[in-house]
């Protein structure tokens, strides 16, 4: 396969099963890092395809042999999947039309059989860790149990990003550096033998010596790497990204892969040394038959087919309803008068019930939803002297900084906290003192939550109060390469591209809200996977706030004007952002607007509170502990409680069950019940014809929902090790990652917490476009097609003016049509809302 | 008042046994049979207390009757109450129904919620037979109860291997804190022949102390040995962070707050009895000092939360140390207090940490705080820094000094096969039993010789099971038969009533035998039962588990069974004079207790290899 090189046979140097037998330390080092788990530390929390490296293949053929290869579950057993099917919840039809799909010869029967009852016991032993579990075998010896807990240590002490009072004397020149100057200038050693220590002392000892020593032949050399790399995939998966993102950390420090590589190596010398002495074979010579290859072919299994067949049943069950659904959608839009009011949300899923309850409170009032940095990319820096953060997509590179000023006060670091009260005289006085205090304020909160303590909310009053230097001022200097401020011709291309994209270029409301959301909840180490994803993990507000300063400024309502987007003198724009876990919003900038247009935003405020406290029930239905069918502002109370209670592990569920996308108008889905599953991003078109808007939107939306989807897929389906697990016994190490307890791997992907709700399915993206428009869209965007064509995202074409559904299989695109009948409707929205904890299936809204 | 003591251990017993009948999808009501006992226990204690302080304040004592009927002073039932015990009472009682409150909420849906509750409430319960416990007896009964629920709770993630490694490793230690238990025990009950409660001792004035004074000594350094290994003192101060395995607010109301805090209260509670001996004050004092000093410098240097929470505890507890040792009880009590609830509210708002600091972090231009390593002159500084990273190497050196050698005994004594057993030693045995019934065959100055050598083989029996890999039956088998090697050894020391014996062995064969049911059942359809690596068996045989973990609970000697008193009475016939003897027979119960939970945790708990779990995820 190709991880293990080419496609071209090489006669030489290559045995049967494709391994070498010479090593190449800059090739296999590149490997590793591809296969590692690419996680970043826990402050820029972004979601990502966690098998990235398996992206050019074929969806199917690439979680099988990531489940071979790596041992990752990437499906549900086999029981779970017949379940559902008892359940209903996959459909007969639906799974005969899978497995037709893919039955080849066999008669249908044969497969049902095969499907619903044929026993498979799958024993599943992966290829890595077959080589160095020979160290146990052959030697008695358990060197991970020698090893990590020193390794780890070192590491973290190195990494630490302010947890210890006391750091790391770290040396610029990396980590092997730092060590080797330790054990140079103290009389103590990190090694228990001499050998090892003189290795790192001498600095020509490089990687392949090593492996000499260690492991002795050469063609088992990337085996054993992998082994021990992955071993500790959360370790090795965050060196590799510190190493490719030195500036992900606010402390720098300098690390490669490989001298993590170097270093634990030594260590397993040490350990060696110590137990047997120093005359002991390498691994190579001690075994006699060399474990299979890693990247060796593999022999297709009839088990992964059937489980390939049931995912895919069990994902069409669910989009073929959604489909359904669209298809029935009057394709003619009756243009209302006037909108009351505009709302321009994140595309995020936990957008659309909030703009769903917007509409039917005020059906005058129109929509949209767009990635939720609303197209203006920027460094923010929340207070003189802070670090900067990122407020756009990760793969976005801005050139551009924005400060808030006046609000120079910083939170003091309370006493509370661990690391303020470790020395020995300060934790006299304070436990003395404080540590009552401390039992009386956690007293409060146990009993009464919403006695706010230690709360993460982001974008308070202090957020409201601040001012921001939106606009360049000439006598700014540039800082650290990044201009202050955008010019006003920047300003108008943002607020340009942003409002083409939406098609909102005439019939401005009075008001036009721009809407960012972040989330707030305390005692949560991932609480940057709840903010916004467009946003790099943060709250999405500041972008709404700029966006709207932008928008209302005398020089870009000009420069737009030219451009034939005539915004009239009695709109205004306001910035705003939605707390999802609290479903509060609060508005920016309004002191800067006149007084008349503040009577209209006060009306319309008097919505949005309403609509908020229905949003909260909407979503209390998830929550097993909050009765829904109480009064509706009670719930909403209970639901705010979530956000700061210490004891609340979900405080929202975030992106669980997200299973959609859908990039057209609203009308579209607008009288569908979606169930909170679906991301919405606007897009017209009627204006669109030859697709150069759409290739901007699904460059955008592919990458991020998938992302999102593909994250909660892996996380869900095998927890413990493409997951973070339990966040019970989480352990925060050096302020950038979790590990269970304090000798524990650092822990990947997302707790169990956040994804037991989700049902993992692909995401299916539904654009609104002709299918010739959406193929040439990409065939000229190569980065979507590895995601489309290798099916890490389902696509499927709705015809603008037919309704007809085409969906996207390989390359080509085939015509589909739904095997269920239009959704029921809705009778009683509440009734429906309190009968269930589980998945809604999709309905018509109540006419 | 004096009567109603014994509620206050009943209370948390009744909660506790009717924990053990709810179904485990009733989270509401299991949580609500935690906090409704623990509560209602909080306000008893608040009621007593009050009740006492407007008596007076003078120390309660309620005394039960004896439990054996063989007329033996071993096993009196006391009871005291008195300002220790009401400090570490309310501070107990309200930081546990804080954390039960938690809890509710915090574990919904987490697999194992009941099994949470029930073994916070036998935590609960152990906290309180200790803190109201009126002599070493009853005290000893808690310090059990508490060791095993610690093990429950820091391997309560059973499934990953290093909660369950990590439980191990503790509850080496608290069996090393019950030789210290057992040995001040024994020669206590020579000191005064019998059981002496707490409260006697405080009374006596101290010219009344029976000397010769080594003894007063010998049972101050086992007091202090069990206080030192319990609240996490130097040299076991490293197992308080490996604890922290389970989830956060378990782990902040044990190794937080009040486990940890039990050294202390041993320290507080014999105070009267070593407050006299000027060599023991400053010993303790010293082991207390250099904690404080040792771990203060691993504190600074941990990159973890818990770590640093846990390290920063343990300087604090070596202050309380030092405070006790010089007499300010009051102060000590205070501090205990504060530091308890301290450490439970770090360790329950740790995980804001990243948000709080990060959001707090200084900008890119900021430089940090140097280490310390670079405030001291260089080499020096570095020094303490790596040997503070290293956490001063301890685990290792207590590994290095306690473990492998024992391990190398019982390695060494390869020869206890199957066959040997068969054919030399039951025959042997059943000589030694024929002896033990016609005593007068065996000159009186040869029967503590054979007594000794009875141990010997006892212990080596004990040694070679806590050794064994491969054959876990023969490893069990010989964990029962040292029993009996323990028992002919004490009739020889003696001369006593068969009956006792009769009632230490029927508790062995007992759970010997079912023990052994469950290791044949489990044997039929696993094939390997070997103890090179954990098997997580409780995930397809939970049944098979329960049955086998109360056995291994049985032959271990744990509270309440007939082994337990069996032991006791046995350690009763040891002479003031034999300390060879003592040792040997605390070092096998201690040891066999180890080697007991070893084969437990090595059979049903860890990753559950057979299943779908393939992969041994080793760093988890």
Same mark, same amino acid.
């Given at each position: ?214 492991? #002795? ?99 069409? @069950? ?20 006037? @909108? ?140 650290? #390469? ?258 269970? #307890? ?106 | ?20 009948? !709810? ?14 006992? !623990? ?44 300002? !220790? ?40 319960? $152990?906290?309180?037979? =200790? ?39 503790? %509850? ?80 902040? =109301? ?101 948000? %709080? ?19 001291? +002159? ?10 503070? !990273? ?14 492998? +050698?024992?391990?190398? =005994? ?13 054919? %030399? ?58 029993? %009996? ?28 035998? =079912? $023990? ?37 609970? $049985? ?23 034999? +300390? ?41």
């Amino acid at each position: 396969m190709r991880a293990g090189g080419s496609t071209e046979s090489m006669p030489y140097g290559e045995d049967k099963s494709g391994r070498k037998a010479s090593f190449d330390p800059e090739k296999v080092l590149g490997q590793l890092k591809e296969f590692l788990p690419a996680q970043a530390p826990l402050k820029d929390f972004i979601h990502h395809n966690t098998l990235h490296a398996f992206q050019d293949l074929p969806f199917e053929q690439a979680v099988t042999e990531a489940s071979r290869i790596f041992g990752y579950r990437t499906y549900l057993h086999l029981q779970e999947y017949r379940a559902l099917y008892q359940q209903g919840r996959i459909t007969h039809a639906i799974l005969e039309r899978a497995i037709l799909e893919r039955a080849g010869e066999q008669p249908l029967a044969d497969w049902l059989e095969k499907l619903l009852d044929k026993p498979y016991h799958v024993y599943n032993h992966p290829r890595i860790g077959a080589l160095r579990v020979y160290w146990k075998k052959n030697y008695q010896l358990n060197l991970d149990a020698h090893v990590h807990p020193t390794l780890f240590r070192i590491l973290s002490a190195y990494l630490d990003q302010g947890v210890a009072s006391s750091s790391f004397p770290a040396s610029q020149e990396g980590l092997l550096a730092s060590l080797r100057a330790m054990e140079r200038g103290s009389l103590t050693s990190f090694f228990k033998t001499q050998r090892a220590r003189r290795l790192l002392l001498d600095t020509s000892c490089g990687l392949e010596g090593l492996l000499e020593l260690v492991v #002795g032949d050469p063609s088992l050399f990337e085996h054993y790497l992998f082994d021990q790399q992955f071993a500790h995939p959360g370790w090795s998966g965050m060196v590799a990204h510190i190493e490719a993102h030195p500036q992900s950390l606010t402390v720098l420090r300098s690390i490669s892969l490989q001298e993590l590589i170097i270093f634990e190596l030594l260590l397993e010398i040490d350990a060696l040394d110590f137990r047997l002495g120093e005359d002991w074979k390498p691994l190579g010579a001690e075994i006699k038959t060399k474990p299979e290859y890693l990247f060796a072919d593999l022999q297709g299994r009839e088990i992964d087919l059937v489980l390939a067949i049931w995912q895919t049943a069990f994902e069409w @069950s669910y989009y073929d309803q959604v489909l359904s659904g669209i298809s029935g959608q009057n394709p003619k839009v009756e243009k209302q008068g006037q @909108s009351s009011a505009q709302y321009v949300f994140c595309l995020d899923d936990r957008s659309g019930s909030l703009r769903r309850y917007i509409e039917q409170l005020d059906p005058l009032c129109e929509t949209f939803g767009t990635p939720g940095f609303f197209g203006v990319e920027f460094f923010f820096e929340p207070s003189p002297q802070s670090p900067y953060q990122k407020q756009c997509p990760a793969l976005v590179d801005p050139g551009y900084l924005i400060k808030a000023t006046g609000e120079a006060t910083r939170t003091t670091a309370g006493v509370y906290f661990p690391g303020r009260a470790d020395s020995l005289l300060r934790g006299w006085l304070i436990s003395q003192t404080i540590g009552f205090w401390a039992a009386f304020r956690l007293f409060l909160n146990i009993v009464i939550p919403s006695f706010g303590l230690v709360s993460t909310s982001l974008f308070g009053r202090k957020q409201r109060d601040s001012r921001l230097t939106v606009e360049y001022d000439p006598s700014y200097p540039t800082e650290g #390469g990044l201009q202050v401020g955008f010019k006003p011709a920047e300003m108008a291309e943002r607020v340009e591209n942003l409002l083409r994209g939406i098609d909102l270029t005439d019939g401005f409301a009075p008001i036009v809200y721009i809407v960012g959301h972040g989330a707030s909840s305390v005692n949560n180490p991932h609480y940057a996977a709840y903010d916004c994803g467009a946003c790099s993990g943060r709250p999405g507000g500041i972008n709404a706030r700029v966006f709207a300063r932008m928008a209302n400024h005398p020089q870009v309502r000009q420069l737009l004007r030219a451009k034939g987007i005539d915004i009239p003198d009695g709109t205004w724009f306001v910035g705003a952002q939605h707390d999802t876990t609290r479903d509060d919003m609060s508005f920016f900038d309004t002191g800067l607007l006149p007084a008349a247009f503040l009577k209209k935003h006060r009306k319309q405020k008097e919505t949005i509170r309403e609509a908020l406290d229905r949003n909260a029930k909407e979503r209390s239905r998830r929550f097993e502990l909050i009765d829904t069918g109480l009064d509706i502002r009670k719930v909403h109370q209970l639901v705010r409680a979530r956000s700061v209670s210490l004891f609340e592990p979900r405080p929202e569920l975030n992106h669980a069950t997200n299973a959609v996308c859908i990039v057209g108008s609203r009308q579209l889905s607008k009288n569908l019940f979606l169930d909170r599953r679906s991301f919405l991003n606007s897009y017209n078109p009627a204006h669109d014809p030859k697709g150069v808007l759409l290739g901007e939107v699904m460059k955008a939306a592919v990458p991020v929902c998938g992302g999102i989807n593909l994250e909660y897929y892996f996380s869900r389906m095998d927890n413990d090790r493409l997951g973070a697990g339990s966040k019970l016994p989480h352990n925060i190490v050096g302020l950038f990652a979790v590990a269970n #307890g304090i000798e524990g791997d650092l822990r990947t992907g997302l707790p169990s917490q956040m994804v037991e709700l989700h049902d993992p399915v692909r995401l299916l993206m539904i654009v609104e476009q002709s299918p010739e428009v959406v193929m040439k869209v990409i065939d000229q965007t190569p980065q979507l097609q590895q995601w489309l064509f290798n099916g890490w995202v389902h696509l499927v074409a709705v015809h603008p003016q037919t309704r007809a559904l085409a969906r996207l299989t390989g390359r080509r695109f085939t015509d589909y049509l739904p095997l269920g009948g239009p959704p029921d409707r809705i009778g009683d929205m509440d009734r429906l809302l309190e009968s269930r904890h589980e998945n809604i299936p999709v309905h018509l809204l109540p006419s | 008042m004096a009567g109603t003591l014994i509620l206050f251990i009943l209370l948390p017993f009744l909660g506790f046994a009717v924990s053990l009948v !709810i179904p485990h999808n009733r989270e509401r009501l299991i949580s609500l049979v935690a906090l409704g006992t !623990i509560g209602v226990h909080l306000l008893a204690a608040a009621l007593l207390t009050t009740a006492w302080l407007g008596a007076g304040a003078a120390t309660l004592h309620q005394s039960g009757t004896t439990l054996s009927t063989q007329g033996l002073d071993g096993l009196g039932l006391c009871l005291i109450f008195d300002k !220790i015990t009401a400090v570490y009472l309310l501070t107990g009682a309200l930081l546990t129904i804080l954390i039960v409150k938690y809890s509710r909420y915090y574990l919904h849906r987490e697999p194992g919620y009941k099994r949470f509750f029930r073994t916070v409430l036998l935590f609960f319960l $152990g906290y309180n037979i =200790i803190i109201f416990s009126g002599n070493y007896e009853v005290l000893f009964i808690g310090w059990e109860v508490l060791g095993i629920s610690s093990f429950l709770l820091i391997a309560f993630y059973r499934n990953r291997l290093l909660p369950v490694r990590n439980a191990l490793k503790v %509850f080496s230690i608290y069996r090393l804190a019950d030789v210290g238990i057992l040995l001040a025990m024994w020669m206590s009950h020579h000191l005064w022949h019998g059981a002496v409660p707490f409260d006697r001792i405080t009374s006596l004035p101290q010219t009344q102390l029976p000397t010769p004074e080594p003894v007063v000594v010998f049972i101050s350094m086992m007091i202090l040995l069990a206080a030192a290994a319990k609240s996490a003192q130097l040299p076991f101060s490293f197992w308080l962070p490996r604890a922290m395995e389970g989830p956060t607010p378990s782990t902040a =109301i044990f190794y937080g707050s009040l486990s940890v805090h039990i050294g202390v209260f041993l320290l507080m509670r014999t105070w009267p009895f070593w407050q006299g001996q000027l060599l023991v004050r400053i010993l303790i004092g010293a082991t207390g000092l250099l904690t404080s000093l040792v771990t203060t410098l691993i504190a600074r240097v941990q990159p973890t939360v818990k770590g640093q929470i846990a390290y920063a505890s343990v300087s604090q507890i070596g202050l309380i140390f030092v405070e006790v040792a010089a007499g300010f009880e009051n102060a000590a009590l205070i501090h205990f207090m504060g530091n308890a609830f301290l450490r439970t509210y770090q360790l329950l708002v740790s995980p804001s940490v990243v948000s %709080f600091l990060v959001a707090n972090q200084p900008g890119p231009n900021f430089t940090r705080r140097p280490a310390f390593a670079t405030q001291l +002159p260089t080499r020096f500084g570095m020094t303490l820094y790596m040997l503070a !990273i290293q956490e001063f190497n301890l685990d290792a050196l207590l590994n290095k000094c306690l473990w492998v +050698p024992l391990k190398s =005994i019982g390695r060494s004594l390869g020869f206890f096969s199957a066959r040997l057993l068969a054919l %030399f030693f039951i025959p042997v045995y059943l000589g030694g039993v024929y002896l033990a019934h016609h005593q007068q065959l065996v000159h009186i100055r040869v029967r503590p010789v054979l007594a000794l050598a009875f141990a010997i083989v006892a212990l080596g029996m004990t040694a070679r099971a806590f050794a064994k890999q491969r054959d876990i039956k023969l490893g069990w088998v010989l964990l029962v038969m040292a029993h %009996f090697w323990i028992a002919l050894s004490a009739s020889f020391n003696e001369n006593f009533s068969f009956a006792q014996v009769y009632l230490y062995l029927s508790g062995v064969v007992l759970s010997g035998g =079912i $023990g052994l049911l469950c290791l044949n059942q489990l044997g039929k359809t696993r094939r390997h039962i070997g103890l090179s690596r954990f098997h997580g068996y409780i995930e397809t045989h939970p049944g098979t588990a329960a049955i086998f973990f109360l056995s291994c609970l $049985g032959l271990a000697g744990f509270p309440i069974t007939p082994t337990f008193i069996g032991e006791d009475l046995m350690f009763s016939h040891i002479h003031q004079d034999q +300390p060879v003897l003592a040792f040997l027979v605390s070092a096998e119960f201690v040891l066999s207790g180890l080697a007991l939970v070893r084969i437990y945790a090595r059979l049903f708990l860890g990753p559950d290899t057979g299943g779908q779990n393939e992969l041994t995820y080793g760093s988890s």
